[in-house]
């Protein structure tokens, strides 16, 4: 199954400019799936970040893979309308190599585990199919 802007819209509060997934691709409902977003030259956070080398912060890529993980939980709860996925934790994160302007990119994510209404995952970026950062995060959903 994949996902398009407007299908994640309904699944995640993020919204322009914060937002950092195109589409995205659930592979296992609830626990493994596959985001895609290109870095374009003009995203804002490019101007100081650095000016003359620009580079995608590393606090954004793991903000990816998180918002990849509410996705993929999410598509799962999705009969819950009102339900909010709230960032917890980030362990292990390593940033092997930048991510440049004009940079596709793909984040994969999957689940470790759950305790009550905390989900922990695993995340993967990758540029080229080559492995540029990873982490471990956990979210709590909540529900109104």
Same mark, same amino acid.
């Given at each position: 199954m994949i996902l398009g802007i407007e299908e994640i819209k309904e699944l995640i509060p993020h919204r322009d400019p914060f937002?950092? *997934?195109d589409k995205c691709e659930i592979v296992v409902p609830g626990e493994h799936g596959k985001s895609f977003k290109k870095f374009n030259n003009d995203e804002y956070f490019f101007k100081g970040?650095?000016?003359n080398n620009p580079i995608v912060p590393g606090v954004i &890529?793991?903000?990816?893979m998180a918002q990849t993980a509410g996705i993929v939980v999410s598509y799962n709860l999705?009969?819950?309308k009102d339900k909010s996925v709230l960032f917890?934790?980030?362990?292990?994160?390593k940033?092997?190599?930048? &991510?440049l302007p004009n940079d596709d990119v793909y984040f994969e *994510?999957?689940?470790l585990n759950k305790v009550r209404d905390v989900y922990k995952f695993k995340g993967t970026c990758h540029k080229n199919d &080559?492995? *540029?950062s990873e982490s471990e995060f956990s979210a709590m959903i909540t529900f109104k």
């Open positions: 937002l950092f *997934v970040h650095f000016p &890529i793991v903000e990816a999705r009969e819950y917890m934790s980030v362990n292990k994160a940033f092997r190599k930048p &991510i *994510v999957k689940f &080559i492995l *540029v």
